[in-house]
């Protein structure tokens, strides 16, 4: 089968490796309906992580049950799926306890050994755990819709709900990538008074006042706190979703909540981030850093998205076959794309 | 009246200063009955801080009041009070909602323009947000069991109920200052399952295991996270106390938290200290950086201490008049006392 495969910095390709197939009695195979590239993804490609050999790409798919493992209870032959970012076994005390993405038996996608989910099929560890059934057969636009449920839509609800954002508190947004735009989605969706997003590229910009934002800060650290400071009477924000990932950013991030606040890093960087925490004590900032437990978001966002109330799907604005994936990542890259979705 | 004088590096001293009086019609006089010297004080006398001029001292102190001003209603000379670490006015946003450590009117004992408390008298502002009451004349038992209240207990309450510390929840603590101490104290009050101790002074250790500590461990940095990991099945515990403040003690706290588990830090530096947030992301921890908003805390304990089932006096284990004020300084800062109290 075709699958992509990051061979080190700038060298991405789709290539032929072994077919999925069921190892494990708990496996599931997959075939691709879609996948997408992920800013995440772009780490070893850019070169700013380490590449250790050839790597898998892809932890975000919607597929179709092909085969699955004897001891397979929950999905079969034929169901459309979601697949979150980590796979989990849905029972050990970490998956019980909501927190699937530290599974004692789970993993991530494209680890070795691993498959990743830009390519044609996945086998799917753990599908009992892992996988979420959807009804019926969706179409293309549907599909669109239920994809970003795999992490950034999940991402983006993760870091508004550690955050506490609901009816009459006020929001943050730090960088307009994709997860930010998911952060300004899911804020709206849980009743945010107001949102602010602060970001610099004008389509992604315009995205944003498509999914809601109120207000939009363009200048950068120090000068992007007093904008935020000044445009909330001097208190700063109650919740502040750090989407980008960096020391500036944390930095900006914790410079503009409200004392008493939380901020959530959502933007995974792979490299050591520093925040100075002296600067969050005097002002009791709660400080959440997680990558999303998808699994246990796709459930409770499944029906708003399939209701149509939640549609993160504009954020696809590059469309691309499995065969040209290496496009997708230079567009990604150069950020002349927002979100690529890649087609088997 | 005498009063503690911060002049450098080194040098304190119980020095005449101008009484304390009412200025503002919101204030209250209080002659001070017991005060104490917190570890936070050491910063400016050991060197580690900048000392900007000569400064007032002491942040901790219960009393009698003696004089009100003409819009004072909750308490009236004669009363016996607690004071807490931050005067407040207890009607502005932030203290409405519970965070009077950032009212909009409040202040730090010592700040310029303010009394400290390891003095004979304080002027106190905002009287009615501030002060809390304690029914009839304790004796000097009980104001030694009182004046915890105003600062460590408080504190250690904050950091126990920040990291949701609770039955069937373990616990551990990074430092054997009087802080963490009562981190030992309140966790155990909140029914934590299982208490973990990381110190190395053998009389804290000691008082320690009279706190009801169940483990402790004395190695540092990655001997120690090793060990606390070793007690804990590999997991880590659910809650974390960093009762220090350094980059050191937050790697510690940080690496010896379970996955999905809190880290409170209480003990404040004065310096920028920084946590590593990448170590965080994957195993979604919840940091709180926050000075315990005491205010809160000094109703909601109180009845505990009166009835003697709360009881952080042992901590006090050097008792001087506060002319000697400067011994103290030297016994805490070289510790040999845990914590020193302060008698005008």
Redesign the interface.
Known sequence: MLATVLHGPGDVRAETVPDARIEQSTDAVVEVLLSAVCGTDLGGYLGVDPVRGPQRMGHEFIGVVTDVGRDVRTVCPGDVVVAPLAWSDGTCS?CV???P??CRHGGLWGEAGADGCQAEAVRVPHADGTLVAVPGHPDFALQSRLLPLADVLSAGHHAAV?TDVRPGRTVAVVGDGAVGLCGVLAARRLGAERIILMGAHAPRLAMARKFGVDDIVVSRDQAAIDEVRELTGGDGVDSVIDAFGSDQS?ATAVGVAK??GGVC?VG???????????T????????????A?TRNYVPELLPAVLAGQLDASPLFDMDIPLSSVADGYAAMGDRSAIKVLVRP
């Not at 995974?268 to 002296?278: A, E, F, L, R, S």
């Not at 969050?280 to 400080?287: Q, S």
Request: aromatic share 8%.
């Open positions: 970490f306890n909501g927190l993405t530290s550690t944390l004392d008493g890093l995974v960087t792979g490299q050591p981030t520093w925040v100075d925490v002296n969050m004590v005097r002002r009791n900032i709660t400080f959440r850093a997680g990558v437990p």
